[in-house]
């Protein structure tokens, strides 16, 4: 009788509870990480196929700036736009890269002069970030995750 009190004393004080599945421990032990994770972070950048996956997080940050601003320069060099000479905006493009890698634009800030000057405006921001060349998406601990980005378009009159 002594040894199984023993046995309750040390499991006590130890925290194992002997009629806890395994199952139902990993799966505390799981949220347990899951409310500890910053989620705010990610740890890989999401990558376009000439950035390289094993480089450090800050230069796969620059590879995608560099690749996303290359191609938006050259989707816009196809549109010529006429704005009025007042007309200095930025307008900021918000969007998600899912855990698939595809593009979902979700937002389109702009001043209204923007959308009275230029009409299809929205239609080809749209239409450029459809057009990327393919992404893997960004990953935290290894997992594919959906990352939100808003980037601003600079509007100036020549």
Same mark, same amino acid.
Not at 12 to 38: G, R
Not at 42 to 52: S, V
Not at 63 to 72: A, G, I, Q
């Given at each position: 009788?002594n040894?199984l009190?023993i046995?309750?004393?040390?499991?006590?004080?130890?925290?194992?509870n002997?009629?806890?599945?395994k199952?139902?421990k990993t799966?505390?032990l799981?949220?347990k990480?899951l409310l !500890? @994770? &910053?989620w705010?972070t990610?740890?890989?950048?999401?990558?376009?196929y000439?950035? &390289?996956e094993?480089?450090?997080k800050e !230069?796969q %940050?620059?590879c995608f700036e560099n690749?996303?601003?290359s191609?938006f320069s050259e *989707?816009?060099k196809?549109?010529e736009?006429? /704005?009025?000479? !007042?007309?200095?905006s930025t307008?900021y493009?918000?969007f998600? =890269?899912?855990? @698939? +890698?595809?593009?979902?634009?979700?937002n =389109?800030?702009? &001043?209204p002069?923007? /959308?009275?000057? @230029?009409p299809e405006?929205? +239609?080809?921001? *749209?239409?450029?970030l #459809?057009n990327l060349p393919?992404?893997?998406?960004?990953?935290? #601990? +290894?997992?594919?995750v959906a *990352?939100?980005? %808003? /980037?601003?378009i600079?509007?100036?009159?020549?």
């Amino acid at each position: 009788m002594n040894k199984l009190w023993i046995f309750v004393f040390i499991c006590s004080l130890a925290s194992c509870n002997p009629f806890v599945s395994k199952e139902e421990k990993t799966q505390n032990l799981v949220n347990k990480e899951l409310l !500890e @994770m &910053d989620w705010n972070t990610i740890d890989n950048y999401p990558l376009f196929y000439t950035c &390289d996956e094993t480089a450090t997080k800050e !230069e796969q %940050r620059i590879c995608f700036e560099n690749e996303l601003v290359s191609h938006f320069s050259e *989707t816009l060099k196809e549109f010529e736009f006429t /704005i009025a000479p !007042e007309v200095d905006s930025t307008a900021y493009v918000v969007f998600v =890269i899912d855990k @698939m +890698g595809k593009i979902k634009v979700l937002n =389109i800030e702009k &001043d209204p002069a923007i /959308i009275e000057e @230029m009409p299809e405006f929205d +239609g080809v921001i *749209t239409q450029s970030l #459809k057009n990327l060349p393919e992404i893997d998406p960004a990953l935290k #601990k +290894g997992i594919p995750v959906a *990352t939100k980005f %808003r /980037i601003p378009i600079v509007l100036h009159s020549n």
